[in-house]
Nanobody, 124 residues
Framework: QVQLVESGGGLVQAGGSLRLSCAAS????????MGWFRQAPGKEREFVAT????????YYADSVKGRFTISRDNAKNTGFLQMNSLRPEDTAVYYC?????????????????WGPGTQVTVSS
């Protein structure tokens, strides 16, 4: 198993940036694909980005492509989500997740492990 904890959320003005971190403990972080999801009030949890276990494959939701960058440092058991040009519609609780499933994982049910989430609020 792996345990995940997000950090780095907060309040930022539109156009600003935040960098989220996901600290992993337990089983080797490099064994998992990692994903970021977000959930706004009254909405379903939605895919943001994912990176393969060794970092070679990256995928993004169309809504964040060109603004967000997912990365990971397996030596430090940490994943990241750099968020630039933030918009009010990016406001949500952001979750990191880990998956043992082989393939491109873009839905919540494909991830077995989740962090508690971190709030990101973008003011207009």
């Amino acid at each position: 198993q792996v345990q995940l904890v997000e950090s780095g959320g907060g309040l930022v003005q539109a156009g600003g940036s935040l960098r989220l971190s996901c600290a992993a403990s337990g089983r080797a972080f490099s064994s998992y694909d990692m994903g970021w999801f977000r959930q706004a009030p009254g909405k379903e949890r939605e895919f943001v980005a994912t990176v393969s276990d060794r970092g070679g494959r990256l995928y993004y939701a169309d809504s964040v492509k060109g603004r967000f960058t997912i990365s990971r440092d397996n030596a430090k058991n940490t994943g990241f989500l750099q968020m630039n040009s933030l918009r009010p519609e990016d406001t949500a609780v952001y979750y990191c997740a880990a998956s043992t499933r082989v393939g491109v994982n873009k839905t919540p049910r494909e991830y077995q492990y989740w962090g508690p989430g971190t709030q990101v609020t973008v003011s207009s």
